[in-house]
């Protein structure tokens, strides 16, 4: 059982560049989300899912995107990477919206926009 | 709109002593509460979850309470270990509206434990 898997694990980029961010869980949850993770912060909630074909943004969407095709990916895309987006950004799951109490998250991904 | 306090930012302390990590919020329309801890350059590791109905949840050293109505928990963490020593976040899940079933977390308590 993987559970929630990230990939990459660490990234640079150059300013202006785009990248996605993949996220994948095998436990056919409906819910998935991401956040992100700056020095002296807590997580901040980017973009959610309640299943395929639904997502929603978070705190901090801007200059980001997602999308949902399938239940089991949710890949988050960056559109013209900028230093400020230089972050630790985290996936996780969770079986619905408003069941299930046990969230999954993953390993994280480590950004590094330069 | 929610909002998720951790107080100290910071604590050090020796050894062996007992201590309390505080957590506050604005809105109690929660549906739970969770604390994590994170040590340096890893993920989040789920230590206590405590439904909205629940006063306290326990496990091993660690005690958690929850007092939905003023809208603060406490971790306590009993006979430090310098093993203990991370970040501990506190996190809210959203009961009602548009942001429902979303995590609200707090900046976290970074915790260093000396031998």
């Known amino acids: 059982n993987a559970g929630v898997t990230q990939t990459p694990k660490f990234q640079v980029l150059k300013t202006g560049q785009s990248m996605t961010l993949q996220c994948a869980q095998d436990?056919?949850?409906?819910?998935m989300s991401w956040y992100r993770q700056d020095p002296g912060m807590g997580l901040r909630l980017i973009h959610y899912?309640?299943?395929?074909?639904?997502?929603d943004q978070g705190e901090v969407p801007n200059g980001y995107n997602v999308s949902r095709s399938t239940t089991e990916d949710f890949p988050l895309r960056l559109l013209s990477a900028a230093p400020s987006q230089t972050s630790v950004y985290f996936c996780?799951?969770?079986?619905?919206?408003?069941?299930?109490?046990?969230?999954?998250f993953g390993e994280g991904s480590w950004l590094t926009v330069v | 709109k929610q909002e998720v306090t951790q107080i100290p930012a910071a604590l050090s302390v020796p050894e062996g002593e007992n201590l309390v990590l505080n957590c506050s919020f604005t809105?109690?329309?929660?549906?739970?509460l969770q604390w994590f801890r994170q040590d340096p350059g890893k993920g989040l590791t789920s230590l206590l979850l405590?439904?909205?109905?629940?006063r306290e949840q326990t496990s091993g050293r660690l005690n958690a309470s929850l007092d939905k109505s003023s809208g603060r928990s406490t971790l306590y963490i009993a006979a430090s270990q310098p093993g203990d020593s991370a970040t501990y976040l506190c996190?809210?899940?959203?009961?009602?509206?548009?942001?429902?079933?979303?995590?609200?977390f707090g900046k976290g308590t970074k915790l260093s434990v000396k031998p």
């Open positions: 996780a799951s969770r079986r619905t919206r408003t069941s299930g109490n046990t969230i999954y």
């Open positions: 436990m056919n949850h409906e819910y």
């Open positions: 899912s309640v299943g395929a074909g639904i997502t």
């Open positions: 809105d109690s329309a929660i549906y739970n």
């Open positions: 405590i439904q909205s109905s629940q």
């Open positions: 996190a809210v899940r959203v009961e009602y509206g548009g942001s429902q079933g979303n995590l609200i």
